[in-house]
């Protein structure tokens, strides 16, 4: 299965001003578009071309670092798109997210204040997550294009720190950005859609 560039599911300019324009033009068509150029012709190499994404992030771990680079980050970049959305961030949670928050992560608040903590201290490039591993839901940080599929977890949320995520519009401030990001950018409905399918 051929990797494919989704188109965004908004205008460029939809989230702005917390992800400005010019941040999704290079991030979605120079950046992601190059991770699915490399991974298709690296994934054919490896004889893997066949496989789902999923399945060749998992294969290519441990095993072949330039394959895994580039689908991890194709992976993670297919749902950080649709992990925004305008007018979205804050507290309003679709009510079964909310209980599995309360439950697993201590309510809204202190989700917020992990979740940006993780982002903040990932030293250099990487995400921070909230995943669901052996059923309930915990936030974790990964450098590079890591993701909690290669640590037994599926990502229901997801945030990149790589620098070009977020330079364009804060410059060197980090927490700046993930605090606009879980505040006004947070497709809970998406994030939802994910929790179910990780809990079925």
Known sequence: MAFELPELPYAYDALGPYMSKETLEFHHDKHHNAYVTKGNE???????????????????????????????????????????????????????????????????????????????????????????????????????????????????LGVDVWEHSYYIDYRNARPKYLSAFVDNLVNWDYVLECYETATA
């Open 42 to 156: 690296l994934a054919e190499k490896a004889g893997m071309s066949g496989l789902s994404v999923e399945e060749v992030v998992k294969k290519s771990y441990g095993t072949d670092q330039a394959l895994f680079n580039n689908a991890a980050q194709h992976y993670n970049h297919i749902h950080f798109w649709k992990w925004m959305k305008p007018g979205g961030g804050g507290k309003s949670l679709p009510g079964k997210l909310q209980t599995a928050f309360d439950s697993d992560l201590g309510g809204y608040d202190k989700f917020k204040a992990d979740f940006e903590a993780a982002g903040a201290g990932q030293f250099g490039s990487g995400w921070a997550w909230v995943a669901v591993k052996n059923g309930k839901l915990e936030i974790m940080k990964t450098p590079n294009g890591e993701n909690p599929l290669v640590h037994d977890a599926t990502p229901i």
